[in-house]
């Protein structure tokens, strides 16, 4: 069973600048999840897409957002980058609406700079 | 929303000694417990969880005990191994309103296991 993957694994931008992360969850799982790793700050929780809706938001700004595709997938934006933006960003997936053993995929490095 | 508070940050202990992560949290509804360990450079990846009807959990090294009275809840690895060296990261959630959907994490704890 293929697991959660993500792309691409790394990404260099410039402050200002739109990025896209995109998520493949497990088959079967229909909800994702996005998280924003920082160095030192643990993971914080950024999104929730369950069948396409968004079910939930972290406290982050309205320049991160994000989409579900009818096959689960699910992509994340980020505009107008600043440099604390730079992190390790995690996408998880799981049984319809169930947090019980999210798994997470391998992430996507972001540097701002 | 709930807090979950990890300590030490940092943990060495030699091979074979056992190790103790300890972590706290805040929303006396929170009733699902994972720990995650994530090795350099990879995915964090679930290694044992505990849901609130339950006192303790264990899975060959790896215990976990929850106190819901005192609201704390730890990580126990027995016989440790060089390969057990990783960040291992407490989470906790009530898992409803407004909470749905996610998991509030500590801020990990880096274990270095000696050989």
């Known amino acids: 069973e293929a697991g959660v993957t993500q792309s691409p694994t790394h990404l260099i931008k410039t402050r200002g600048q739109q990025v896209t992360l995109r998520c493949s969850p497990i088959s079967g799982h229909t909800s994702v999840y996005w998280y924003q790793q920082a160095l030192g700050l643990g993971l914080q929780f950024l999104l929730w897409?369950?069948?396409?809706?968004?079910?939930n938001r972290g406290n982050f700004p309205p320049r991160f957002s994000g989409r579900q595709f009818p096959n689960y997938s699910s992509e994340l934006n980020v505009n107008a980058l600043e440099l604390e933006d730079s992190a390790l960003y995690l996408c998880a997936s799981s049984l319809a609406g169930r947090g019980y053993g999210y798994t997470f995929g391998s992430g996507t490095r972001l540097t701002v700079v | 929303g709930e807090n979950v508070e990890q300590h030490p940050s940092t943990l060495s202990v030699q091979e074979g000694d056992s190790a103790v992560i300890k972590c706290t949290y805040s929303d006396s509804a929170s009733n699902y417990f994972p720990w995650y360990k994530q090795e350099l450079g990879k995915r964090p990846q679930l290694i044992i969880d505990i849901r609130s009807n339950v006192g303790e959990k264990k899975d060959q090294r790896i215990a976990v005990t929850l106190n819901k009275t005192a609201k704390h809840f730890s990580l126990h690895i027995t016989e440790t191994q060089p390969e057990d060296s990783a960040v291992y990261f407490c989470?906790?959630?009530?898992?409803?309103?407004?909470?749905?959907?996610?998991?509030?994490f500590g801020r990990g704890t880096q274990l270095t296991v000696w050989p």
């Open positions: 989470a906790a959630t009530p898992w409803r309103g407004s909470t749905l959907g996610r998991l509030y």
């Open positions: 897409y369950d069948e396409g809706e968004e079910r």
